[in-house]
């Protein structure tokens, strides 16, 4: 029989990735949803952030549901691509078809991070997003700003999520 070894550590992750660490793992909470033009709603929510230690990135899906019927609603993956200079760059493609290429920064100190649109791809109404987060007693929080052709930048979503 093979004795048992020490206890394994996770392997560290790869420098770049390690300031923003805070995010790494599973995440599931609840959202609610509202902008001028629409109904306010409610969802369910699931986050991972992973990556692998010999790659300075991190993969981030996502995926939502309805609250009362669990239905699924807007799903979303892409990758977090920390720079040496500090700041971040994220790519996402969202079940509607848009894209975004976000840039921003992190504070690994408060564990938040705040990103804005660079970029948006085959949207028909959005001009601008913006998302910060944050995580406090090990709860990830977020505000997923929008702007379209008709309202100016403002809350599209809010979400709590614990670690799972
Ligand atoms: C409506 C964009 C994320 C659910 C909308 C509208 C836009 C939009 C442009 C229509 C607003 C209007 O007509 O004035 C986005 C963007 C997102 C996002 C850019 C991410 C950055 C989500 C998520 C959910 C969601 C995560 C579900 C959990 C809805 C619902 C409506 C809506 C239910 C109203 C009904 C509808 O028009 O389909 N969103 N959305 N959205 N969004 Fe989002």
């Not at 976000?102 to 109404?125: C, F, H, M, R």
Request: a neutral charge; charged letters at 20%.
């Amino acid at each position: 029989m093979e004795a048992a070894g020490p206890p394994t550590q996770p392997p560290a992750p790869h420098p770049l990735v390690a300031p923003l660490s805070f995010l790494l793992g599973k995440w599931r909470g609840e959202g609610e949803g509202t902008f001028p033009s629409i109904v306010p709603f409610r969802y369910g929510e699931e986050i991972l952030f992973s990556h692998h230690p010999s790659k300075p990135v991190i993969s981030y899906t996502q995926r939502t549901w309805k609250a009362a019927s669990g239905d699924p609603m807007h799903a979303e993956s892409g990758y977090w691509r920390p720079r040496p200079d500090g700041s971040v760059e994220v790519v996402i493609a969202q079940s509607t078809g848009l894209t975004e290429v976000q840039t921003g920064s992190y504070d690994s100190e408060k564990k938040t991070v705040t990103l804005q649109s660079e970029l948006i791809g085959n949207a028909a109404k959005v001009k601008q997003i913006t998302r910060a987060f944050q995580v406090v007693d090990g709860e990830l929080s977020y505000v997923v700003q929008m702007a379209t052709i008709t309202n100016s930048l403002q809350p599209h979503l809010k979400a709590l999520l614990k670690r799972i």
